[in-house]
T-cell receptor, first 111, second 110 residues
Framework: NAGVTQTPKFRILKIGQSMTLQCTQDMNHNYMYWYRQDPGMGLKLIYYSVGAGITDKGEVPNGYNVSRSTTEDFPLRLELAAPSQTSVYFCASTTAAEKLFFGSGTQLSVL | AQRVTQPEKLLSVFKGAPVELKCNYSYSGSPELFWYVQYSRQRLQLLLR??SRESIKGFTADLNKGETSFHLKKPFAQEEDSAMYYC????????????FGSGTQLTVLP
């Protein structure tokens, strides 16, 4: 039972670099989400998808991009990394009536 | 816009004492509310949801629409309850988004 798998677990970027955070789920869930978790701020929604080929912005989308070419995969792209993007990133998935299943998180530092 | 407020960032209680983690919400529709928990070095996971009216690990939460609250309670806290707790509200729209509160770090002291 893999569930939601995120890679990498840790990453350090220099300002201006780019990277892709990978997220894949094997539960055939239509809904997928990317959140960032900052101390004292809770989880903020970055982007979400209600199915393959459909994505939309959440509360804090600036500096990020996503794609959803398959039901399983929902990668998050950071272009021109900035220190403000230092955070822990969580991917999650669900069906319409189910609870959210979370990945184990990616801890990203931008220096 | 929907909003979830958890007024306490940190909460410490002694083992065996009652614990209440506060959650208030604002939402124009009929709310669907949850408590998620993150234990140290573990993934975020669902603790309970209001529609289930269940007790999980001794925790209960009652939706009070008049006070727009969904406080989490346990009569006798245990050390293993120490964790970060998030209250969340689910959007009734097509995206089924969850809006999270800022979280409460609960520490149960021996």
């Amino acid at each position: 039972n893999a569930g939601v798998t995120q890679t990498p677990k840790f990453r350090i970027l220099k300002i201006g670099q780019s990277m892709t955070l990978q997220c894949t789920q094997d539960m055939n869930h239509n809904y997928m989400y990317w959140y960032r978790q900052d101390p004292g701020m809770g989880l903020k929604l970055i982007y979400y998808s209600v199915g393959a080929g459909i994505t939309d912005k959440g509360e804090v989308p600036n500096g990020y991009n996503v794609s959803r070419s398959t039901t399983e995969d929902f990668p998050l792209r950071l272009e021109l990394a900035a220190p403000s993007q230092t955070s822990v990133y969580f991917c999650a998935s669900t069906t319409a009536a189910e609870k959210l299943f979370f990945g184990s998180g990616t801890q990203l530092s931008v220096l | 816009a929907q909003r979830v407020t958890q007024p306490e960032k940190l909460l410490s209680v002694f083992k065996g004492a009652p614990v209440e983690l506060k959650c208030n919400y604002s939402y124009s529709g009929s709310p669907e509310l949850f408590w998620y928990v993150q234990y140290s070095r573990q993934r975020l996971q669902l603790l309970l949801r209001h529609i289930s009216r269940e007790s999980i690990k001794g925790f209960t939460a009652d939706l009070n629409k008049g006070e727009t609250s969904f406080h989490l309670k346990k009569p006798f806290a245990q050390e293993e309850d120490s964790a970060m707790y998030y209250c969340a509200l689910r959007d009734s729209g097509s995206a089924r988004q969850l809006t999270f509160g800022s979280g409460t770090q609960l520490t149960v002291l021996p």
